[in-house]
Structure formats: structure tokens, C-alpha cells
């Protein structure tokens, strides 16, 4: 009798949580960043939210029409940003920085961070699962791109 109670409460316990995995792992779909480009941004922070479910960043930055806009990117909820050594204090207000990153679909001044150059020309990674920024920065810096691209600049996620 308690054999059969501990397998069906154990049965039961697994059952649940195979039927609550699916909507957690999926939380939200990255489908409205276009992941088959990177862009460059550069402007001046004017807040960093490092909260749950996932940091933003905002900035100041220059449009096509040479108007200043505000900018916002997503990044990684701050148990897997920490991992990449990013905190709650790692940009400071009116730090100019440059932020490569994949543009929101819709044309709106946003989009998923992959990595940030900050003004002492350091790397920081607060991104998603957008990107593999190791392997981006790789790229970037190999084709010689964080140099050579201009303020809204683009280049292909993968060349």
C-alpha cells in the first residue's frame, strides 16, 4: 500500500512538471528581433534596468534624420547576465557607449543586445539567447567592424 502511494504521488510529480515545462522554457519567442543582422549603436545611457525578467538598457542616440531618439535594449535576466560579469552597476548614466545589437523588426528604436563597448573601449555581454556574443565580438573584431562601422552601421549575424 505505501509502495503504491509514493509511485503514484512520484508519478504524479513528474507528470506536472513535464506539463509545466513547456510554457516556462518558452517564455516569449525572440521572432520580432531579426536575428540575421547585427547593428551598431552609439549614444549616451540614460537608465539600465537590471531587474527580471530581463535588463534594459536605454539610450540617447542620433536617428537617420539626424534627430536624437531614445533608444532601449533588451538583455538577459540578471541570473545569466551575472554569469557574463554584468551587474547592476556596470553602466552609469550619460556613459557614451556603442551597442551592437539585433534591431526589433518593426522599425522602432529598439532591439536585443549582444554586446556593449563602453567608454574605457571594454566589452560587456548582457545578452539573450539572441546571440552567441563570444562568437559575435570574435567576428566583429576580426573583420576589423567595431572600428570601421558607422554609428547605425549594419553587417549579417553571420558572414
Not at 29 to 49: K, N, P, Y
Not at 78 to 103: C, D, I, L, Y
Amino acid at each position: 500500500m505505501m509502495k503504491r502511494m509514493i509511485l503514484t504521488t512520484l508519478t504524479t510529480m513528474s507528470l506536472v512538471t513535464i506539463a509545466t515545462m513547456g510554457p516556462v522554457s518558452a517564455h516569449h519567442s525572440f521572432a520580432m528581433f531579426d536575428l540575421s543582422q547585427h547593428q551598431l549603436v552609439e549614444g549616451r545611457i540614460t537608465d539600465w534596468h537590471y531587474n527580471s525578467p530581463h535588463s534594459w538598457l536605454y539610450i540617447d542616440a542620433v536617428d537617420e534624420n539626424g534627430e536624437t531618439q531614445r533608444w532601449s535594449f533588451e538583455g538577459a535576466a540578471p541570473v545569466h547576465a551575472t554569469r557574463q560579469g554584468v551587474t547592476g552597476n556596470t553602466f552609469r548614466k550619460s556613459e557614451v557607449v556603442r551597442v551592437v545589437m539585433s534591431p526589433i523588426r518593426d522599425g522602432r528604436h529598439a532591439g536585443a543586445m549582444c554586446f556593449v563597448v563602453k567608454e574605457d573601449n571594454s566589452i560587456v555581454r548582457p545578452n539573450d539567447a539572441t546571440c552567441n556574443s563570444v562568437g559575435v565580438i570574435e567576428t566583429w573584431q576580426s573583420n576589423d567592424w567595431l572600428e570601421s562601422t558607422e554609428h547605425l552601421g549594419r553587417h549579417p549575424a553571420e558572414p
